[in-house]
């Protein structure tokens, strides 16, 4: 799955719906995505440069595209479904090092092109899969994609009739002249044909219905059958791409083009339910989201699609209101949050904005809002009860504060000697074990489950005690470490923080049960 003209036209979101419809006809599918930067992963891009880092359940920081492919598919990616040009380059340069390549110059074609094959080829292998769809990140003529074209191109002639090339491009509509342009299309298959590339399959990007004697024409310019053009209109939901595609015969074009039989539909009945109910709501339920990036679309995407699915299976449109911790103050905190029916509270990292999520926090605690906090919002809630309940005036974080007194959230002991920011935090999936009868446990409807984490600091155990006399109850806790997972307060509707990041599980065939109960809560009051 290659891309042109422009990027962020939503490769990831056509690859993770092509999956969708294979994974439907019965084929073993998987994903994966190439980043060309240098970075060795995104674990230490902040939002701004990248949105959101998604955490595998192996613990791999990985680009937020694999948020979509698991959404969309149920499948568990890992380390190897995300690969960037800093990887490959590491791992050549540690295998010169080593003296594998026998005193050889080492240069781009062919030990740098070899590597990103093996990843192609090797993620295949180890899976058992019928289909590997990979993206290539940016777009075609990129200076930082040319090894993987090259790569590309050398597997299709590898392959043969194994592989198939997919160009997503983009046809935009000139308002002033009132016409779609097929130029940039033109020009990017021309770029990917330079390159020895000839896409089988041209999905056009757009805003407005492309004719059909214009799909014929951009196939005569582009050398591709008439009917393997195809559009990709605006919908109104990325979880209509699906349907649309298939409507479109995507799905039949890519198994008749290897050689596949194409009797029979993909079996998408809880898809369309899913669907159906989204379309059907009726009701609204309002969600204030509280954090310092929600001016970025995609810096709390997981999040945001997590609460989106949570409200439709509750039957319910969502209005998700996003809110700027850094603008909320006891003096507009009132106005800020009262119409809302729940809140949320981000995760992040630093000071910037940490003392509007204390606000919005003990507002939403005395005034019985459902609440939910996620990470850094877990450990908010942890800090604004032990100023404000406790009577510990200066009680913070040792992340925000390395001298409070009251350190009542710590650095883990096993960060204390870390130096590299790179990989080094507390991730992946891990058990937690919840206390019977508590929230959390009645939301899981189990009393031990796994979830994933990506975080350095954590409730201090030695607080634990003062905490739970006071009425905050520590009701998850990692059985072999007894790290605090997992804190609510019993009394009151719904006020629970999870040190995990419960969103990174949540697709649309199977929401996570913790968004569901958040959003029932929410809906109740």
Not at 61 to 74: I, K, S
Not at 83 to 99: A, L, N, P, Q
Not at 309 to 327: F, G, P
Request: glycine share 8%; net charge negative; hydrophobic share 35%.
């Amino acid at each position: 799955m290659t891309g042109g003209v422009v990027s962020s036209l939503g490769k990831g979101i056509i690859s993770a719906s092509l999956a969708c419809l294979l994974k439907a006809r019965g084929y073993r599918v998987t994903i994966q995505k190439f980043d060309p930067y240098i970075n060795i992963d995104p674990g230490t891009l902040n939002p701004y440069e990248h949105g959101e880092c998604y955490v595998t359940a192996d613990g791999t920081e990985t680009d937020l595209d694999l948020g979509h492919y698991e959404r969309f598919t149920d499948m568990r990616t890992s380390r190897a479904n995300n690969v960037t040009t800093g990887r490959i380059f590491k791992t050549v340069i540690e295998k010169e090092r080593r003296g594998d390549y026998l005193g050889k110059t080492v240069q781009i074609v062919p030990h740098i092109t070899d590597e990103i094959r093996r990843n192609v080829k090797a993620l295949g292998n180890t899976g058992d899969y019928d289909f590997v769809i990979t993206e290539i990140g940016g777009t075609v003529g990129d200076i930082e994609s040319q090894p993987f074209i090259e790569s590309v191109r050398q597997l299709r002639w590898e392959l043969g009739d194994d592989s198939l090339c997919i160009h997503l491009t983009y046809v935009p509509y000139l308002h002033a002249a009132k016409e779609l342009k097929t130029k940039p299309t033109q020009h990017s298959v021309k770029v990917l044909q330079e390159v020895g590339i000839q896409p089988d399959v041209l999905v056009l990007r757009t805003e407005k219905d492309i004719p059909a004697d214009m799909r014929r024409k951009i196939a005569q310019f582009c050398n591709v059958s008439p009917d393997a053009v195809i559009q990709s209109k605006d919908l109104p939901s990325i979880y209509k791409v699906p349907i649309a595609m298939h409507e479109q015969k995507l799905d039949e074009i890519v198994l008749r083009k290897m050689g596949l039989p194409t009797d029979g539909e993909p079996d998408m009945h809880a898809w369309n339910e899913f669907l159906r109910k989204m379309d059907s709501a009726e009701q609204t339920v309002r969600i204030g989201l509280v954090g310092k990036y929600v001016e970025l679309q995609d810096a709390y995407k997981s999040i945001n699609e997590a609460l989106f699915q949570a409200a439709t299976y509750c039957d319910r449109k969502l209005d998700l209101v996003s809110i700027h911790s850094e603008k909320i103050t006891p003096e507009n905190v009132d106005s800020l949050l009262e119409g809302m029916d729940g809140v949320v509270v981000a995760p992040g990292f630093g000071q910037r904005g940490i003392e509007g999520k204390f606000t919005a926090l003990r507002w939403c605690r005395e005034h019985d809002v459902p609440t939910f906090g996620i990470c850094l919002g877990m450990q908010c809630m942890v800090i604004e009860y032990a100023r404000n309940v406790l009577g510990l005036a200066d009680a913070n974080s040792t992340e925000m504060h390395p001298t409070t007194p009251h350190p009542v959230i710590d650095l883990m002991e096993e960060q204390k000697s870390i130096s590299n920011m790179g990989g080094t935090m507390r991730l992946g999936e891990y058990d937690c074990e919840l206390r019977p009868g508590s929230k959390a446990a009645e939301a899981y409807g189990a009393n031990m489950v796994r979830e994933r984490h990506r975080h350095r600091f954590e409730f201090n155990d030695s607080y634990r005690e003062a905490f739970e006399q006071a009425g905050m109850q520590c009701v998850g806790r990692n059985p072999r470490t007894g790290l605090v997972e997992v804190v609510e307060l019993p009394e009151k509707r719904w006020y629970v923080g999870t040190q995990y990041h419960p969103e990174y599980s949540s697709t649309v065939l199977r929401p996570n049960p913790i968004f569901l109960s958040f959003m029932r809560a929410a809906i109740a009051r």
